[in-house]
């Protein structure tokens, strides 16, 4: 049985939790800066694990700690 932890999410889910524009996560992906796959109908899916460590990474390159 699968979480949500491991449900691959959509490129709106992450511009939502993110709160940044759809252009914004695909500059990201196709920079290489947030690792995502294609699905069978070639959209792009982010896996929690991988967003989690793009926003770590931004986070240290930044200086922001968590709230």
Request: aromatic content about 6%; charged content about 40%.
């Amino acid at each position: 049985m699968r979480n949500d932890e491991d449900e691959p999410l959509t490129i709106k889910q992450v511009t939502r939790e993110l709160n940044v524009d759809d252009k914004t996560v695909r500059r990201w992906i196709k920079s290489g800066q947030l690792k995502a796959m294609r699905d069978i109908v070639g959209r792009y899916t982010i896996s929690r694990a991988d967003l989690n460590s793009f926003v770590e990474q931004r986070r240290r390159q930044f200086g922001i700690s968590e709230e």
